[in-house]
């Protein structure tokens, strides 16, 4: 085992910050799809009316119903800045306040889960998050030991495969081709319909490769597929705003878009980091 590089504990530490203050601004300003579990009998129908006085019609149609989901979703939102500022100050913060950082990830996970959910189950959805719910737990471990080892670089390769696998199924129409991505390339690039699906399919066929390069014994083709993970997951997180910013509605445009590219920071800061161990390793 070697210690942690203080850059590696950097780029894992803005990373966590960057999607705890990417989630908490879309909940405090936005929304999140809460009510695809609160408003689905199959999950909440029997809490409902065990823990409440009120009857599952009652609740749905409830006035206050949706209220109370959106104190929820801003409840969610605080709890997020809190992960934020727990990730910023953690090594000037007590040692049991690593567990805010657990408690975070297990709540991205959760979201992840909502996400897949309000897909079809669709696991690609809830695996495309790896990065941003694992990243909280890499830094958790660094505040913990310290140190790294070879376990440590496999689960990072592994988050980082998952996530670019998963954008892949969708870029090469897997699953449904997100609209976004049609539009957020046709803005950017200006290509035609069959330009766009050639772009994407193969972006997505690169994903794979670099999943299972990334893994090879020879660090030349892994870091090679790492720096390619580094400039592909911070383009697709720029993207959110390159291919959405319109000039006459600029705040709007910022508003409703930042917030995507920041928690999209551990797309490319988690492997830049995974770079530096390996670097740091010779």
């Not at 009857?55 to 006035?63: C, E, L, Q, S, Y």
């Not at 660090?219 to 390619?228: I, P």
């Not at 997951?233 to 910013?245: D, E, V």
Request: hydrophobic fraction near 50%.
């Amino acid at each position: 085992m070697q210690n942690i590089p203080s850059k590696t504990f950097l780029l894992v530490q803005i990373a966590v910050v960057a999607v705890f203050a990417g989630r908490s601004y879309q909940h405090l300003f936005w929304d999140a799809p809460y009510r695809e579990i609160l408003w689905d009998p199959f999950y909440t129908k029997w809490l409902v009316e065990h823990l409440t006085p009120l009857t599952w019609d009652t609740f749905v149609t409830h006035p206050k119903g949706d209220i109370w989901i959106q104190n929820f979703v801003l409840a969610q939102g605080w709890g997020y800045a809190i992960c934020g500022l727990t990730a910023l100050f953690i090594k000037k913060l007590p040692a049991w306040c690593r567990w805010i950082l657990v408690a975070g990830a297990l709540n991205l996970v959760l979201l992840a889960l909502i996400y897949m959910k309000d897909k079809f189950y669709h696991f690609g959805q809830f695996f495309e998050y790896s990065l941003q719910f694992s990243a909280p737990l890499f830094l958790y471990y660094f505040t913990r030991k310290n140190e790294w080892s070879k376990s440590l670089l496999t689960w990072m390769k592994v988050a980082i495969a998952l996530t670019f696998i998963c954008h892949g199924l969708y870029a090469i129409g897997y699953y449904p081709r997100p609209e976004k991505f049609m539009t957020m390339t046709q803005n950017i690039l200006g290509l035609d319909v069959f330009g766009v699906n050639w772009f994407l399919t193969t972006a997505g066929i690169l994903d794979f490769i670099v999943a299972v390069l990334i893994f090879v014994k020879n660090d030349h083709w892994s870091l090679a597929a790492l720096w390619y993970t580094v400039i592909w997951g911070f383009l697709t997180s720029m993207a959110r705003i390159f291919g959405n910013f319109y000039w006459d509605f600029p705040w709007e445009s910022l508003n409703q878009w930042v917030y995507e590219v920041v928690f999209r920071f551990p797309h490319f800061l988690i492997p830049l980091a995974l770079i530096s161990l390996i670097k740091s390793k010779k």
